[in-house]
């Protein structure tokens, strides 16, 4: 089944820095997703990018997606310590079963 | 607020006894997921209910039973649960199946 794999498993960053985490999955998707976990809570929705989009902004995230490697990344700038959480991908794919699909995770710490 | 709650936040039952998980949802959604996290192992969907129908049921065990009496209402009925059941049990709604969904903190089980 398709699945996506974040990059790194997780990352520990001065606060100020730049954060990037990368998702790879395995076939045709109609969008991928990102999504933020605290520990042990709920998971919330930060940014969707479709198929036929390749970058995408929502205040310091940026999102890239290439398909053709099937692969996207997450870019956290200015990281702030209120960002330390588990940062998930998600994809829906583009055929058959549309439910999304999720990651393990990148563990993400900012030091103050 | 994510606009989806979940109650109790924590449980511990014991493998004869019998417990529900309860999920509600005040965005007006029309689909509405249940999901197991375990320690390190990606988000695994159990169930799917769309239009209060299940549409999705990932070979859960029959221990787990699933219940939509409404569109924004979703329990998941617990029986002769193992160890190996203890996890962090999310429960999530969308507008539309395989676009942005929105998560409640979830239920940490423990099963003893």
């Known amino acids: 089944s398709q699945q996506g794999e974040e990059d790194p498993q997780a990352l520990s960053i001065q606060e100020g820095e730049n954060a990037t985490m990368n998702c790879s999955y395995k076939t045709s998707i109609n969008n991928l997703q990102w999504y933020r976990q605290n520990s042990g809570r709920g998971l919330v929705h930060l940014i969707l990018i479709r198929s036929n989009e390749r970058e995408k902004h929502s205040g310091r995230l940026r999102v890239t997606l290439d398909t053709s490697k099937k692969s996207s990344s997450l870019l956290i700038t200015a990281s702030r310590a209120a960002d330390t959480a588990s940062y998930f991908c998600?994809?829906?794919?583009?055929?058959?079963?549309?439910?999304?699909?999720f990651g393990t995770g990148t563990r993400l710490t900012i030091i103050p | 607020e994510t606009g989806v709650t979940q109650t109790p936040r924590h449980l511990v039952m014991g493998m004869t006894n019998k417990k529900s998980l309860k999920c509600e949802q005040h965005l007006g959604h029309n689909a509405m997921y249940w999901y197991k996290q375990s320690a390190k192992k990606p988000l695994e969907l159990m169930f799917v209910y769309s239009l209060e129908e299940r549409v999705e049921n990932n070979s859960v065990p029959s221990r787990f039973s699933p219940e939509c009496p409404n569109s924004s209402h979703l329990f998941l009925h617990l029986h002769t649960l193992q160890p190996e059941d203890s996890a962090l049990y999310l429960c999530a709604s969308s507008q539309i199946e395989g676009l942005e969904q929105y998560f409640g903190p979830g239920t940490r089980l423990t099963v003893t």
């Open positions: 998600a994809t829906d794919a583009s055929f058959g079963n549309e439910k999304l699909t």
